[in-house]
């Protein structure tokens, strides 16, 4: 701790007060310092250490549909934001229906052998979960709902999740997804500590790759990118 001897040289006209008080602003400039290049150091190792875990869930049933190539476009954005993420295309996926025979609520696994296990593993895993699909009577398709039921077996431990949707109709409404994204919502209410982040309403779209002419290309990569 500096020390300042009020007092000391009083009748040389404050001359060592003086002399001490700027020795003491430069001493605190000089630590102030030290504390910024302390302060950004610690900031950029912040930064390198926000790395997230991303899960793209595409419910689309048709590669490189409009639902699909959002995805895509959110995943772009995000890698170059230095993220990891991983794109499951579901349609690809062994996922059976859920049959309700909660043999899960004994073992704590499905006793349906496929591939929702490894996906059971990452939703867990991830930090990021994204949840694309088309409209389909005003609700998600079967291929996600089927994920997304078959997630009881183990839907305790998927928890503090950033959530972001991705939903694209024929309809040039935004209104008619609303039911849609309910169901989104609905699941997410059920994921402890789920915080929505993000939507993306790919409206008015109908034949595969129409929505490559919209905005919302630039939008799915902007929302992955700011992630």
């Known amino acids: 701790v500096k020390k300042i001897y009020i007092g000391a040289?009083?009748?040389?006209?404050?001359?060592?007060i003086r002399s001490q008080v700027k020795d003491l602003a430069r001493w605190w400039k000089n630590e102030r310092n030290s504390m910024t290049v302390l302060r950004k150091r610690k900031i950029g190792?912040?930064?390198?250490?926000?790395?997230?875990?991303?899960l793209i869930l595409s419910g689309s049933p048709r590669k490189q549909g409009n639902s699909d190539l959002l995805c895509d476009e959110f995943?772009?954005?995000?890698?170059?934001?230095?993220?990891?993420?991983?794109k499951i295309r579901v349609q690809e996926k062994k996922v059976a229906y859920?049959?309700?025979?909660?043999?899960?609520?004994?073992?704590?696994?499905?006793?349906?052998?496929d591939d929702m296990a490894e996906i059971m593993e990452k939703m867990i895993a991830c930090d990021v979960m994204v949840l694309a699909s088309p409209v389909y009577f005003y609700s998600i398709d079967a291929q996600l709902k089927a994920v997304i039921d078959r997630s009881v077996c183990r839907w305790a431990e998927v928890k503090n999740k950033e959530m972001y949707y991705i939903m694209t109709a024929a309809d040039g409404e935004k209104e008619s997804m609303d039911t849609t994204l309910a169901c989104f919502r609905g699941y997410a209410?059920?994921?402890?500590?789920?915080?929505?982040?993000?939507?993306?309403?790919?409206?008015?779209?109908?034949?595969?790759?129409?929505?490559?002419?919209t905005k919302c290309m630039q939008e799915a990569y902007m929302m992955g990118k700011n992630i």
């Open 9 to 16: 040289d009083i009748d040389s006209g404050g001359a060592f």
């Open 45 to 54: 190792k912040g930064a390198s250490d926000m790395t997230k875990k991303i």
């Open 75 to 86: 995943m772009r954005g995000a890698l170059e934001a230095g993220h990891t993420v991983e």
């Open 98 to 113: 859920c049959t309700a025979c909660y043999a899960c609520r004994d073992t704590g696994n499905c006793a349906i052998k």
């Open 189 to 213: 209410d059920c994921v402890e500590g789920a915080v929505e982040k993000g939507v993306i309403y790919g409206t008015g779209v109908y034949r595969a790759g129409e929505i490559k002419d």
